[in-house]
C-alpha cells in the first residue's frame, strides 16, 4: 500500500491508561501532521513534523500528549493518563514538501474513545 | 475567534442546483488556500487548491478576496456524489508553517 498507514484503527481504553497511536507516512514524504477530529467537529492541529527541523508542537492540548518521529518517517503519538475528552479520532496526514503547497494525504485515522 | 470559519450547513440542495460556500480567515500573513473533501467517517482528500485570480476544475470553482479575507467554492449541477462535507484550509508562514482547517460545511444533494 502506497498510503498514509495508522494503527491501531479503533482503540478503546478505561480513564487513566496511556495509548500509544503510530502512523506509517508515504515514503519520502518529509512533512507527517498530527490532527484530531472530534465527532462532528473539524479538525484540530496537534503537531508538525518537518524534515530534521524541531517540531511544532503549539497544537498539543496538554502535556499528557507527546509525539515523536523516528529516522524522519514512523511517527508515534502518544497520550498519557487518558481523559474522556481525549475521545477522537486521531488522523495523521504526510506531504512530500511541507510548507505552504504540498498536498496532504490523510490516512484513515485511529478512533479512540475513553471510558 | 476561530482562526478560519466556515458556515457548518447543512445545505440541502436537489440535483443540479448551484451552490456555493464561503470561508474566512483571520490571518491576513496566509499565503495558500485550498478545499478538502471528507465523506463521512472517512479522511480529508484535496478538492482543489484556490489560487489568486480564481480557478476551475470542471463543475468546481474556487475563488479568494484577499481584501476581505475569504474563500468560496461553487459547485454547478450537483450530483449525488457531491454529498460530503468540504473543509476549508489556510495556510501561513509566520515563524513556522503553519495548517489551519475550518470545521467544514456540509453538503446533501437530493435526488
Not at chain 1, 491501531?8 to 502512523?23: A, F, H, I, Q, Y
Not at chain 1, 503537531?47 to 498539543?60: E, H, V
Request: with cysteine; charged share 20%; aromatic share 12%.
Amino acid at each position: 500500500g502506497a498510503g498514509v498507514s495508522q494503527s491501531p484503527s479503533n482503540k478503546v481504553t478505561e480513564k487513566g491508561k496511556d495509548v500509544e497511536l503510530r502512523c506509517d507516512p508515504i515514503s519520502g514524504h518529509t512533512a507527517l501532521y498530527w490532527y484530531r477530529q472530534s465527532l462532528g467537529q473539524g479538525l484540530e492541529f496537534l503537531i508538525y513534523f518537518q524534515g530534521n527541523s524541531a517540531p511544532d508542537k503549539s497544537g498539543l492540548p496538554s502535556d499528557r500528549f507527546s509525539a515523536e518521529r523516528t529516522g524522519g518517517s514512523v511517527s508515534t503519538l502518544t497520550i498519557q493518563r487518558t481523559q474522556q475528552e481525549d475521545s477522537a479520532v486521531y488522523l495523521c496526514a504526510s506531504s512530500l514538501s511541507g510548507g505552504l503547497t504540498g498536498e496532504l494525504f490523510f490516512g484513515e485515522g485511529s478512533r479512540l474513545t475513553v471510558l | 475567534r476561530k482562526e478560519v470559519e466556515q458556515d457548518p450547513g447543512p445545505f440541502n440542495v436537489p440535483e443540479g442546483a448551484t451552490v456555493a460556500f464561503n470561508c474566512t480567515y483571520s490571518n491576513s500573513a496566509s499565503q495558500s488556500f485550498f478545499w478538502y473533501r471528507q465523506d463521512c467517517r472517512k479522511e480529508p482528500k484535496l478538492l482543489m487548491s484556490v489560487y489568486s485570480s480564481g480557478n476551475e476544475d470542471g463543475r468546481f470553482t474556487a475563488q479568494l478576496n484577499r481584501a476581505s479575507q475569504y474563500i468560496s467554492l461553487l459547485i454547478r449541477d450537483s450530483k449525488l456524489s457531491d454529498s460530503a462535507t468540504y473543509l476549508c484550509v489556510v495556510r501561513s508562514y509566520t515563524g513556522g508553517f503553519k495548517t489551519i482547517f475550518g470545521a467544514g460545511t456540509r453538503l446533501f444533494v437530493k435526488a
